[in-house]
């Protein structure tokens, strides 16, 4: 069904990624990924240039065959199957609309490579322009279109034949910040009204918080972290999830416990109080993470407000419009970056001695 509301766990399928591995000669693109997709999930895959992303989507599409491992779809075995035969649809960062064809013809092609019936070719055709909101422009040419329309439709033509999965390499790269982010909303409308599997590519770590019911963070071919945005912002599991997804202060310390409480060493004499659940950790290096927007401004005098405060000069302010971000070399030697309220940072400046804080349950301990 195009339109309307439906039964996302009905319409999408299951898909399942056992231990895939992509290699080309020595290199590993892709190392042993494991994956569950659920019926009508919005998975993004998020990760740098290189971490294997894209490679593992081109497996999943079937354009490339996996070195090891499994593909499921709904139980049903995939590897080795060519891509025309896995029936999923595909939007790709260029668009790959025909020049020379209408608005129509575009979406109606898978169509007409199904063998649908004229008949029911015009009717699937404008339910899907009319889900992409695009009814009026079904005799334009790509060349009429803006970028925006573009992607619209590209995505009408990779629903059109109602797939059970949809991928999606990098669809918004092209188009400016705007746009983007309008288009964000888009696709999560549509995908959401369509119920339709979707596994996404992106770089644009905001792209993923926005769009996604989950994200696997990639690295160097292998899945750092699942979870959903809030979880990955968080609770990231490792030192790349922190710095990768978001703005994080990470800062370098060595555990020690001392009667049955837990401190964060900075420097000597220098400790922080965090929320580590095992005692065993004494004496071993972490990373306590926190992000700029627990990170305020404290009277170095005051009785009250967060456990961890450090004192500093301000090295930087940088103003956001909706907020402001100040960067602090502490006295330990490290930079700090808290986010404030233009009305909190609006008598800073450059040079100026400042304290700042945090409290322990904002902070996270990640080994590396």
């Not at 070195?67 to 668009?95: C, D, H, K, M, W």
């Not at 009250?304 to 100040?326: A, C, F, H, Q």
Request: neutral net charge; contains cysteine; charged residues 25%.
């Amino acid at each position: 069904m195009l339109g309307g509301v439906v039964d996302r766990t009905r319409a999408g399928a299951r898909l399942h990624l056992e231990a895939i591995s992509k290699r080309y000669g020595e290199v590993v693109a892709v190392d042993r990924i494991d994956l569950d997709i659920a019926p009508g999930e919005f998975l993004t895959l998020l990760g740098p240039s290189g971490s294997g992303k894209t490679t593992t989507l081109m497996v999943i599409a079937g354009f490339q065959q996996a070195s090891l491992g499994e593909i499921l779809l709904n139980e049903q075995r995939l590897t080795g199957l060519p891509a025309y035969r896995r029936g999923f649809g595909i939007v790709f960062q260029n668009y790959a609309l025909f020049p020379h064809m209408s608005v129509a013809d575009n979406v109606a092609f898978p169509l007409r490579m199904r063998k649908v019936s004229r008949f029911d070719r015009t009717s699937m055709v404008a339910a899907a322009l009319d889900l992409v909101r695009l009814p009026g422009l079904a005799s334009r040419f790509p060349s009429q279109l803006s970028g925006g329309q573009q992607q619209r439709v590209a995505l009408a033509r990779a629903l059109v034949f109602r797939p059970p999965v949809l991928l999606m390499d990098e669809p918004l790269g092209a188009l400016d910040k705007k746009l983007r982010q309008e288009m964000q909303l888009e696709i999560r409308r549509i995908q959401q009204e369509t119920g339709t599997t979707t596994v996404y590519v992106t770089h644009d770590q905001e792209e993923a918080l926005v769009m996604s019911d989950r994200l696997a963070v990639m690295r160097l071919g292998r899945i750092e972290q699942v979870g959903t945005p809030a979880e990955v912002y968080e609770n990231p599991q490792s030192r790349f999830v922190a710095e990768f997804v978001g703005d994080s202060n990470v800062l370098p310390v060595v555990l020690r416990v001392e009667d049955n409480r837990c401190w964060a060493e900075l420097a000597e004499s220098v400790r922080l109080a965090v929320m580590a659940p095992d005692p065993a950790v004494n004496g071993q290096s972490r990373f306590v993470v926190i992000r700029p927007e627990h990170v305020s401004l404290v009277h170095e005098d005051a009785t009250e407000g967060p456990e961890n405060r450090l004192g500093g000069v301000v090295e930087e302010v940088i103003y956001l419009g909706e907020s402001t971000k100040l960067a602090v070399r502490v006295d330990t030697g490290q930079r700090v970056v808290a986010r404030l309220t233009r009305k909190e940072a609006a008598t800073l400046g450059d040079g100026q001695r400042v304290s700042i804080g945090w409290h322990a349950s904002d902070a996270r301990l990640v080994a590396s």
